[in-house]
Every structure is written in C-alpha cells, then in structure tokens.
C-alpha cells in the first residue's frame, strides 16, 4: 500500500519535516496531526496519505489496521533560474522539488503485542 507525489514544489528539507512528524503514527492519529499543522506541505502529505488509505481499501484491507510505515522524502528536480545583480552580474536561484512516498503497513492488534504483516 504506497503513494507517491512527484515533482512537489518545495525544497525537500521542508517536506521531510512534516514526513518524520507521521512516521509509525496511525492513520487517524496522522490524520489529525497533518490537519492540526501549521505548515504548507502539510495539505499535499495529507492528500497523499488519503490517496494510500484508499489504495489499501482497494486491496481489501481494514483503514483501524494501517499505521504510517514509511515516509521517504527525495529529491526532485532542480528549476535554474536567474537573478540579476550589481554591475550586469546575475546569481542563481534554485527552485527546488521533492519526491514523497508513502507506505502504509497493516497492524493486527492482539492482546499481546503488535504484529505486523
């Protein structure tokens, strides 16, 4: 059960923040933290993980059993751009894009302890 977003326009270093936050949480418990965060990629992580929730359901497998396995964030493409500066030099910009997957594990709760499948 995995997603993927591509070519997401902001720098790696930012999305991977909001990744680490959901990492091993629930899904309902990941839910609420990305709906609850001040940050922009907050919205696209989100819809990525709404987007493996209902790639799992498909598969026919329970949304109480799914935990956040994994959450990898890569770097994406990098756009050139130019800035003029003093005396007709210019300096680059990077803008910067991120690759995220996402991968969500099934939990069978026992009384026990976890498994994982």
């Known amino acids: 059960m995995k997603a993927f977003l591509k070519n997401y326009r902001q720098s790696p270093r930012k999305v ?10 629930r899904v309902a418990e990941a839910l609420i933290i990305l709906d609850h965060l001040p940050k922009r990629a907050s919205l696209p992580v989100k819809k990525l993980l709404v987007s493996a929730i209902s790639n799992a359901k498909n598969l026919g497998v329970n949304e109480e059993n799914l935990v956040v396995g994994n959450a990898t964030v890569n770097k994406g493409v990098v756009l050139k751009r130019i800035m003029p500066r003093a005396r ?17 594990k099934e939990v069978l709760n026992t009384k026990k302890s976890k498994k994982v499948v």
Request: proline fraction near 0%; charged fraction near 25%.
């Open 16 to 25: 991977a923040l909001v990744a680490e936050l959901i990492k091993g949480k």
């Open 88 to 104: 007709g030099s210019a300096s680059r910009i990077n803008k910067r894009t991120s690759h995220i997957e996402l991968t969500l």
